[in-house]
């Protein structure tokens, strides 16, 4: 069966089933008991619809192993099932349909993932669905606006902690088993019901506000139980109701809060209501940046958020995906800087989000943030930076342009007033409207309904503001002069701009930093008496989103072949040793690299042969003197000696002096902390470079046999600089389905290791052939991991344009990702030659 082609949901098929069908209740069955048996690959489900209905038959959504039987109002049916749809008939005005069926296990992440811990054996289970995977555990109607009242019932392992959206009401059995059944929950989607399984590690707490008392549960593999640091979860958690209570004025309206970290989960999170799942890369092995505490922070107050957008109120259909993601993106950088300790939020949020948007933004793919989404796999493509960073950054200019009261006045009465229902943009627009008396629609036409982004500069002196593809921005311009020899900023001036030209009357200044305060989205470039002292001074301006303004300002001017590459570089060298956010830093750090790799001429990086005099060389002596230099025990020191595994692995200079730490035969730099997560990270530098063969990467595995060390070991093994190893690994990646998600990423990771296209150039071919067979046949997850991964970094575009000339009628979730990879290589084809 093709997956891809017999499971995709068009649109106007599932608005015309909404027509027809009211959802009242779904009851699902699960029996899991035979999950830690690793030769039974599926598990009995069975679903119990109850609906009313003014059609005589429809669909029922379900891919798994076998349907068993269907019942359709006391009568057996036959079943009529294509692998994704069951035909049901003899349907009455109100109606019962019972479906047995048997699930899959998955091992893509995708419908109920099954993980067997290598530190202990122990076997857990959890679902995740979103946009359309929940059909892989129950029979359904998979689309947003077809909301009922789940019950849960699972029968499980004894012991075993087992879990859904609301709280257990009855648990049965004795001996092995169990069979917990959970409170029916209120009206939601599919695709946010969940069901976690397993010998958990459980920690609790609770959330109390008035008379509003909330259960707080945190859950992780019981082999990392010693690196949960549940305590700082459980703070952020309850920060995050107390600001979201009163934000939003509608009480949290799904009874308890549980919180699971797990293991090889394709997401940052996901907002389950009462039931968050989050990648266990949140559970710190080892040593963690303040940026990483950061952004888990985000991410908690991100799915919270999404408790009322996208839970309570969700939209229709997957069009308007961003009335949950955008706004749940923006509200955990401001949740994150209004309620948390981290208050330089917005800075990362500058730094990294909108970098994600601004890429995102000038692909031949860009869409409006309100998008065109005919089907389900153009809605899993979706989850996009413009869908999320894109939709948070024009967000936070409408709260500039209506006014955070006006704003959030809106938001509580777009809850009271569609709580438990589906919405579209125009609901939204609405309460907004009525809240801050603003023409918001016309808002909506210029940042909502539109493509690309303006990029701002001054011309002319400093006389005028210019604009391309013109549109609103309330915005500031920061004027920043010397005193004694660090930027400081001595003036500002707030602007409304409309025009392509407007003329400014800005005060003398070193350096004018358009967009100061990151007000507005677009692209801001330093003119050329900002730019020199910023190469002079950048590191000293004191405010940390100024900083993290001018940082990717530079990097956006990079990307697009204004600045030159080894400029750009330099920068990096003489300022990023003085950073003082981490996130910044490591944001510098990876720009750089790819900055070495992607934009400045081959002829100049070198190669792993050579020692000095190229540019991967001398970046390889940046960060180790960077590493060298950094505080001891300091974030910074952590992010320098990451970012030396990646310079290491494209330059063998400094092999011999990590191999001797790695060995215990040099020492480490003060303060640093070699953890298992760092000593991967160069091993696998070693590995790339060939110093390390597949002996020493395995006895590093013996020191480190867990989950994590597995797959980096599956990278480290991948990565050998020899032709039969990339060969043999490119055929894995290909063809052995019973890789997991986390180990096909690191196959895909190790096959493109250490820029050696000398090693990787002989597949060019077979990937165009296998792309589109591969997409029929794979779960879309899978098949975009390849498809994106593997994209070869050929000399010329002749061949991607051939296979799309040749494709015309490929699906177009698969063109468009051919697509953007094309336009990825066009940039770094059309800025290495404008550095040449």
Request: negative net charge; glycine residues 6%; contains cysteine.
């Amino acid at each position: 069966m093709s997956t891809n082609l017999a499971a995709n949901l068009p649109r106007e098929e599932t608005a015309a089933r909404s027509a027809a069908i009211s959802l009242h209740s779904v009851r699902v069955e699960l029996d899991v008991t035979g999950a830690v048996r690793p030769e039974q690959s599926g598990f009995r489900t069975i679903t119990t619809l109850r609906f009313d209905a003014s059609v005589g038959g429809t669909w029922v959504d379900f891919i798994g192993e076998t349907v068993e039987r269907v019942v359709v109002n006391g009568a057996e049916r036959p079943v009529v099932w294509d692998g994704a749809r069951i035909r049901v008939d003899g349907l009455e005005q109100s109606n019962e349909v019972r479906i047995e069926a048997v699930g899959a296990y998955s091992r893509s992440g995708e419908g109920l993932h099954r993980f067997t811990d290598p530190a202990d054996g122990s076997t857990y289970l959890y679902t995740q669905y979103e946009p359309a995977d929940s059909r892989r555990v129950m029979a359904c109607f998979e689309q947003p606006d077809l909301k009922a009242e789940y019950t849960f019932v699972i029968t499980a392992p004894a012991g075993w902690h087992v879990l859904s959206n609301q709280s257990a009401v009855v648990t049965t059995g004795g001996g092995s088993s169990q069979t917990v059944e959970f409170a029916p929950t209120k009206r939601i989607s599919s695709y946010i019901t969940a069901v976690a399984a397993g010998p958990y590690h459980r920690v609790t707490d609770t959330w109390t506000k008035g008379d509003q008392r909330v259960e707080l549960g945190g859950y992780c593999r019981a082999s990392l139980a010693n690196s949960f640091d549940h305590e700082e979860i459980f703070e952020i958690s309850r920060q995050g109701l107390d600001f979201f209570d009163e934000a939003f004025g509608f009480a949290y309206p799904w009874g308890k809060y549980d919180q699971i970290f797990v293991p090889e989960y394709n997401l940052a999170a996901m907002e389950n209501p009462g039931l968050v799942t989050f990648t266990e890369s949140y559970v710190f092995r080892g040593a963690a940046t303040e940026a990483q505490r950061e952004a888990r922070a985000n991410t908690i107050l991100h799915e919270m958020a999404h408790m009322w957008f996208g839970d309570l109120v969700t939209m229709t259909w997957w069009d308007d995906l961003w009335l949950k993601e955008s706004f749940a993106d923006y509200m955990g950088s401001h949740a994150s800087a209004a309620a948390t300790r981290f208050s330089d939020a917005w800075a990362s949020f500058a730094g990294r989000r909108k970098a994600w948007a601004y890429e995102q933004d000038q692909l031949p793919t860009t869409h409006p943030i309100v998008a065109d989404i005919p089907d389900l796999e153009a809605a899993k493509l979706n989850f996009d930076g413009i869908t999320y960073a894109k939709g948070a950054s024009v967000l936070k200019q409408l709260v500039a342009f209506v006014g955070e009261e006006s704003f959030f006045a809106g938001a509580r009465a777009y809850f009271r007033e569609h709580a438990y229902g589906n919405t579209t943009l125009d609901d939204l627009l609405a309460a907004l409207e009525a809240s801050s008396g603003r023409d918001v629609r016309a808002w909506s036409t210029a940042w909502l309904e539109t493509t690309g982004m303006s990029t701002l500069t001054l011309e002319d002196d400093r006389s005028v503001l210019a604009q391309t593809d013109p549109r609103p921005h309330r915005l500031r311009i920061g004027a920043f002069a010397f005193e004694d020899g660090a930027l400081v900023r001595r003036d500002s001036v707030d602007l409304d701009i409309h025009e392509e030209r407007t003329p400014v009357e800005l005060p003398d200044a070193e350096l004018m930093l358009i967009n100061d305060g990151d007000l507005t989205y677009a692209k801001a470039r330093l003119d050329e008496r900002s730019l020199k002292a910023v190469e002079r001074a950048l590191s000293t301006i004191d405010d940390t989103l100024a900083r993290a303004l001018v940082w990717s300002s530079l990097w956006n001017a990079t990307r697009d072949g204004e600045l030159p590459a080894l400029r750009y570089l330099e920068i990096v060298r003489r300022h990023a040793p003085a950073e003082r956010h981490v996130g910044i830093l490591a944001g510098a750090l990876a720009n750089a690299a790819f900055t070495v790799e992607h934009y400045v001429v081959e002829e100049l990086r070198g190669d792993v042969e050579e020692l000095r005099g190229d540019v991967r060389g001398a970046w390889l002596e940046t960060v180790w003197e960077g590493l060298e230099r950094a505080e001891p025990g300091s974030g910074a020191q952590l992010s320098w000696a990451r970012a030396l595994g990646q310079a290491a692995s494209v330059h063998d200079a400094r092999s011999a002096d990590i191999a001797a730490m790695l060995d215990g035969s040099a020492p480490t730099p003060d303060g640093l902390v070699l953890d298992a997560d760092l000593r991967w990270i160069w091993a696998q530098a070693l590995a790339t470079t060939g110093v390390w063969r597949k002996e020493r990467i395995r006895e590093e595995l013996t020191r480190d046999d867990t989950m994590s060390g597995r797959t980096a070991a599956t990278a480290a093994l991948a990565s050998r600089p020899k032709p039969r190893v990339r060969e043999e690994a490119w055929r894995q990646a290909w063809e052995d389905e019973t890789l997991s998600n986390d180990h096909l990423g690191a196959t895909i990771d190790g096959i493109r290791a250490g820029g050696r296209r000398d090693l990787v150039e002989r597949f060019d071919d077979d990937y165009f052939a296998r792309i589109l067979p591969t997409w029929q046949t794979r779960s879309i997850e899978t098949a975009r991991r390849l498809v994106r991964g593997l994209f070869p970094a050929t000399p010329t575009l002749d061949a991607v344009d051939a296979w799309l000339s040749a494709n015309a009628d490929a699906p177009a979730s698969l063109r468009r990702i051919v697509i953007e990879q094309r336009d990825h290589l066009a940039r770094e084809l059309d800025v290495r030659a404008k550095n040449s």
